[in-house]
């Protein structure tokens, strides 16, 4: 029999409810049929539905990590409750009587098979990846749109930045709001996007009159300005240059451009068969984007870097675009792609398969930490300094000890540097959380997960726990 985990199912399910409701499928005897083939490899089960009639439902797990899932009923979830019943039925270890592969599926198997050789047929196995066609005519005519919008939005700020961010305010609102709508004909939902931030924490201010929206209004105005100087430059050199095709800019991602998998692989953004850990998580909301964010931070078990995963789910499309969830354990990826950029690069899959996270695991994690907070804080320092980079810097950082120096909270390595810890704004807090953990030991000589963030108020680096790395273990304080 097949080895199902909860994990695995849950890193399936389209969504909670469902992987709740195949459960309780498999737990009332829904299925009064189940099959498997011989190898493993197919499973099958009848399972008795709302209707008169019953439902045929079958995981294909030819490519164990990617299995592929079909079922009779009319739903449009995928993979549907009933298949995900199944799968808790193979999980509970219930009897499958051992039958053929069904002839339609080997045939689909086949026709897949055909489409995955007629593919991999014209490449020669270490032939560089080569970059998809560029349409210079179309992409000339784009870049000289978006030099227009970044033109337009370099005035808006212009503007701004002589009048006061006070003019934003009252009757001003409706024609910024407007002028964000423009943006949009310029293919700049990235800049669009920093305007409706700035809008939506003037509009705060002026409802609640607090310090901390007027503060990150002006954060947002200088990130704008950053972006605008930096994306007019950067532009306008692509179209002198006649060089219009793609290339691994992050004012790509900034301008508001989405990058697609075997274009990053182009580039030679990729790695074969990655390891993976999760270490902390986290689902964020942004009412200025509308939109859910869901974070994972990982680290390459191999080289030890820090990467993350971000999710985006828009408020309007939460039913069609499924959550991520923790992941407990290791994932090995067969390729994963990386976006441009410097510290915590963001990095994309699409299939993996999931294990546990062993002691060698976790013995790697901890050889790669840092032993000096001095040269992971002056490396900090650098990467928050640009403006457009993210305000966060997670990095594995080793620990003599995290207690108290004076009135602060802090961590402190060998050398007896110490760095003070801090909640950041935006993210869940954990510093409370480190006074429940159930072991006082976790405090000393261990190897921590911390965010570098820099605190305007106090004008310093601080550090937000995010987990702990024990011999055997990750204690996570966001998961």
Request: hydrophobic share 40%; with cysteine; glycine share 8%.
């Amino acid at each position: 029999m097949r080895e199902i985990t909860q994990q695995f199912i849950d890193s399936l399910a389209p969504n909670p409810a469902a992987s709740v409701n195949g459960r309780k499928i498999s737990q009332k005897g829904g299925f009064i049929r189940l099959e498997r083939s011989e190898d493993d490899t197919f499973y099958l089960g009848e399972c008795t539905g709302s209707g008169k009639s019953s439902y045929i439902t079958s995981a294909d797990f030819l490519e164990p990590a990617a299995p592929v899932f079909r079922c009779s009923c009319p739903s449009h979830q995928f993979p549907c409750k009933h298949s995900l019943a199944l799968l808790y039925e193979i999980m509970a270890g219930k009897d499958f009587a051992v039958q053929p592969i069904p002839e339609d599926i080997l045939q689909k198997r086949a026709k897949k098979e055909a489409r995955a050789a007629k593919a991999a047929a014209p490449k020669e196995p270490d032939a560089p990846r080569t970059p998809p066609r560029v349409n210079k005519a179309a992409r000339t005519k784009k870049l000289q749109k978006q030099l227009e919008g970044v033109e337009l939005t370099e005035q808006l700020v212009r503007d701004l930045l002589n009048a006061g961010l006070g003019s934003m305010g009252g009757a001003a609102l409706p024609t910024y709001r407007n002028l964000v709508k423009q943006l949009g004909d310029y293919y700049l939902p990235g800049p669009q996007a920093l305007l409706n931030q700035l809008i939506f924490e003037i509009s705060a201010f002026q409802n609640d009159g607090g310090d901390g929206h007027y503060e990150a209004a002006i954060d947002t105005l200088e990130r704008l300005w950053a972006l605008v100087k930096k994306s007019k430059q950067y532009l306008s050199q692509k179209l002198d240059s006649g060089d219009v095709g793609q290339d691994d800019s992050a004012l790509f991602e900034d301008l508001g451009g989405v990058w697609k998998l075997d274009e990053l692989a182009a580039l030679g953004l990729c790695k074969e068969n990655a390891r993976l850990a999760q270490l902390a998580f986290w689902v964020s909301a942004d009412e200025a984007r509308n939109q859910f964010t869901d974070t994972g931070v990982w680290a390459d078990l191999d080289t030890g870097e820090i990467s993350v995963t971000c999710n985006y789910r828009p408020f309007k499309a939460l039913k069609y675009i499924k959550q991520d969830d923790t992941v407990f354990g290791a994932v090995t990826v067969p390729t994963a792609v990386y976006y441009p950029g410097e510290g915590n690069r963001r990095i994309r899959w699409e299939e993996a398969a999931f294990g546990e996270l062993t002691a060698a695991d976790c013995a790697a994690l901890r050889a790669y930490a840092a032993a000096s907070l001095a040269a992971e804080a002056r490396n900090a320092k650098n990467i928050l300094k640009n403006t457009l980079s993210d305000p966060m810097l997670c990095s594995l950082l080793r620990f003599r000890r995290i207690g108290k120096a004076g009135d602060a909270l802090v961590v402190q390595d060998e050398n007896g540097v110490a760095v003070a810890l801090g909640d950041m704004p935006g993210l869940e807090p954990t510093i409370s959380r480190l006074s429940a953990l159930p072991d006082a030991a976790l405090l000393e000589n261990q190897v921590l997960l911390g965010a570098f963030w820099y605190d305007a108020a106090e004008r310093r680096l601080k550090i937000q726990p995010l987990s702990i790395v024990t011999d055997a273990d990750v204690v996570r304080l966001l998961y």
